[in-house]
């Protein structure tokens, strides 16, 4: 069973919790986790004025997603970042490339879930999540989240990403703060938790 891991990430966040979800999936037996990248539309004159190209280099060995990749895998875990409360311009320009997929059917019955990152405490994770799940059922997708048997959900311990919609974390104003273990332990549980479904779903 293949779980591909599907993201955009500009300054790492994303990137570092994909990496936790990939280990999530990989706890699974007989499952292997891919983690692909979408393809990048600002030039890197933009990148650079953004800061963003030295934090880039982090995530370059990745290989850039393909469309078909998401016909051939069981499942399809999305990582991106908001933008105004939504998902990022490079992940959306990727989604609407996949017309071929819906009009073959191939993501049908496939469990599909997302998670994101937000500057800010209430920066838009939960509507990101949630307008991000529109496409997937257009595509006939099973939707996967983040369930309250991950208890670092209920944690008041700390200020801290996840929803019972998908993993996330807070990047703070600047983008200094590094994803919590709490936030790391959210995305393992939820690649694991896709994981599992996908395993079911896929079972004869």
């Not at 779980?3 to 300054?11: A, D, E, K, N, P």
């Not at 078909?68 to 992940?91: K, S």
């Not at 690649?191 to 004869?204: P, S």
Request: with cysteine; aromatic share 8%; proline share 3%.
């Amino acid at each position: 069973m293949k779980v591909l891991i599907v993201f955009y990430s500009m300054y790492g966040h994303i990137y570092r919790m994909a990496e936790a979800v990939a280990e999530g999936v990989r706890s699974v037996e007989g499952v292997e986790a891919v983690l692909r990248r979408v393809p990048e539309t600002l030039s890197a004159e933009i990148l650079a004025s953004m800061g963003a190209t030295e934090a880039q280099k982090q995530f370059a060995h990745i290989p850039v997603c393909t469309v078909d990749e998401l016909g051939a895998a069981d499942a399809v875990i999305f990582g991106t970042p908001t933008r105004f409360g939504n998902m990022a311009g490079q992940m959306r320009q990727f989604l609407d490339a996949t017309g071929r997929l819906w009009v073959s059917g191939a993501l049908v019955g496939k469990a599909g879930s997302v998670f994101t990152s937000s500057n800010t405490q209430h920066g838009g994770q939960e509507s990101t999540i949630l307008s991000f799940h529109i496409n997937l059922l257009h595509q006939g997708m099973v939707i996967v989240g983040l369930p309250y048997s991950f208890q670092g959900q209920s944690t008041m311990d700390e200020i801290t990403g996840g929803s019972p919609y998908g993993a996330s974390t807070i990047a703070g104003p600047t983008g200094a703060r590094s994803p919590s273990d709490n936030e790391l332990a959210g995305a393992r549980y939820q690649g694991r938790h896709v994981a599992e479904i996908a395993r079911k779903l896929t079972r004869n």
